[in-house]
């Protein structure tokens, strides 16, 4: 199994996070971000007790994987 650096916001004050990255075992991806705590907005979603919410940036989409980045992910191969 390898989890493998997508992208990471290149306007966070640390470049830590939010951060996007693609697990070949699982052929998924893992979102490091913010999480949710306001109350008030978490009341208005349906969230299931083994689920969490996080936010991001919207400036973050534009680094994500297109559907053929994707594919060419699960085609690379795996160490």
Not at 9 to 20: E, F, R
Not at 21 to 32: G, R
Not at 40 to 51: A, F, G, I, Q
């Amino acid at each position: 199994m390898a989890i493998h650096l997508v992208c990471k916001d290149p306007a966070s004050p640390n470049n830590n996070s939010p951060t996007l990255y693609y697990d070949d075992e699982t052929d998924t991806f893992l979102l490091q971000s913010w999480i949710v705590q306001d109350s008030s907005r978490l009341d208005s979603l349906s969230v299931p007790d083994h689920e969490t919410v996080v936010e991001f940036p919207k400036r973050l989409f534009a680094l994500f994987p297109t559907a053929g980045d994707v594919l060419a992910m699960e085609r690379a191969p795996k160490d």
